[in-house]
């Protein structure tokens, strides 16, 4: 199973909501990411979990909160977003070995609308 | 981090191969060099990646010539499924830190 899933597909909500993005893989790869993309832009990273332990947050606002529950899930929670927030929500997954990059296998993402 | 300069966008026709060039004149010794795909409304694909020389697998070939300040990732033979941006990324890869995704080549394949 080499497929990154994540649900929704899409996601619209108001600036008051509370809402989570979900992701899931079975590849055995320990480390787990979620990315912004806008339109006709590239992707942004956001959060990067190692061994389910936070590694990397690229200064992300507090309205978004990763979770990773277990070494295939990784979640993020949404509250009080902003209009400005909409775009694609990408997640990703690799192995972690030295040495090179370690390709990285993405979901189809969630696209986000925030009214 | 290694910036990178790629072309905004590309056109060719089915059957030619295409040649993307990336540069990126800060790289560090320990960069690797990487491309990704990505189709409209999908999450990006791995396609290649390379230190030095030549690297070639199923789908592209990468060349990196000696002072590795650019890279050229070869296509052969397009076809219209291979319309989709490409991504040159640049970087000591540990699990995402210091691996910035570049701006990126569209490429239109036309028929």
């Known amino acids: 199973d080499t497929e990154v899933t994540q649900t929704p597909k899409h996601l619209v909500m108001g600036m008051t909501n509370k809402k989570s993005l979900k992701c899931e893989q079975h590849?055995?790869?320990?480390?787990m990411y979620w990315y912004k993309q806008k339109a006709k832009k590239p992707p942004e990273l956001m959060f990067v979990?190692?061994?389910?332990?936070?590694?990397i947050n690229e200064s992300v606002p507090s309205r978004f909160s990763p979770e990773c529950p277990n070494s295939s899930l990784l979640n993020l929670h949404l509250h009080a977003l902003q209009p400005e927030d909409s775009a694609l929500y990408l997640c990703a997954s690799s192995q972690v070995r030295a040495g090179g990059h370690n390709e990285q296998f993405f979901g189809p993402g969630t696209r986000l609308t925030v009214l | 981090l290694a910036k990178t300069t790629q072309p905004i966008s590309m056109d060719s026709y089915e059957g030619q191969e295409v040649n993307i060039t990336c540069s990126h004149n800060?790289?560090?010794?320990?960069?690797?060099i990487t491309w990704y795909q990505q189709f409209p409304s999908q999450g990006p694909r791995f396609i290649i990646q390379?230190?030095?020389t030549k690297v070639t697998n199923e789908v592209a070939s990468l060349f990196i010539p000696a002072d590795r300040k650019s890279s050229t990732l070869s296509l052969p033979r397009v076809s219209l499924s291979d319309t989709a941006v490409y991504y040159c990324l640049v970087g000591e890869d540990n699990y995402g830190q210091n691996f910035v995704f570049g701006p990126g080549t569209r490429l239109s394949v036309l028929p």
């Open positions: 979990y190692s061994y389910e332990k936070l590694s």
């Open positions: 800060n790289i560090a010794t320990n960069d690797y």
């Open positions: 390379g230190y030095k």
């Open positions: 590849m055995g790869h320990r480390a």
